[in-house]
């Protein structure tokens, strides 16, 4: 399990004050970067000259309380399913008290930047991921 902590800004918000619906990703997202370079994979790195992309090929979120700006968060990281050429993120959106304020599952494939095609998650990306979650400081 990760934890990322960051705090609601005035332009993750709509009209209303909430947090926009979008931006629930947007959260999700930055806490799977810093994710990823604490698993020791720079996705910078891997986007200008690694051999392979890791594009969000479905994602869900939901809902269950709003947040508003100022509001602290922390995004907790889970893994969910690996497959062959594929892994699942499952984030929960928590406030400081700890309770749940979203959901966020995004599902990652595994492709070769020149061909374009899937291809397995590299090793040393699947036992990151698979141990590495678990021994990660919050």
Do not use: C, W
């Amino acid at each position: 399990m990760y934890i990322y902590h960051t705090s609601i800004k005035l332009h993750d918000t709509d009209a209303a004050g909430l947090l926009f619906f979008a931006n629930q990703f947007k959260l999700a997202h930055d806490a799977y970067e810093t994710f990823f370079n604490a698993l020791g994979f720079n996705l910078g790195k891997m986007i200008q000259s690694g051999t392979f992309v890791l594009p969000i090929v479905h994602a869900d979120a939901d809902f269950t309380a709003p947040l508003f700006v100022g509001d602290r968060v922390g995004i907790r990281i889970h893994l969910g399913k690996v497959g062959r050429s594929s892994f699942t993120l499952l984030y929960d959106i928590l406030r400081e008290t700890g309770e749940t304020v979203g959901r966020v599952k995004t599902v990652h494939v595994a492709i070769d930047k020149q061909t374009r095609e899937k291809i397995e998650l590299p090793e040393r990306l699947k036992m990151a991921l698979m141990t590495g979650g678990e021994s990660l400081p919050e």
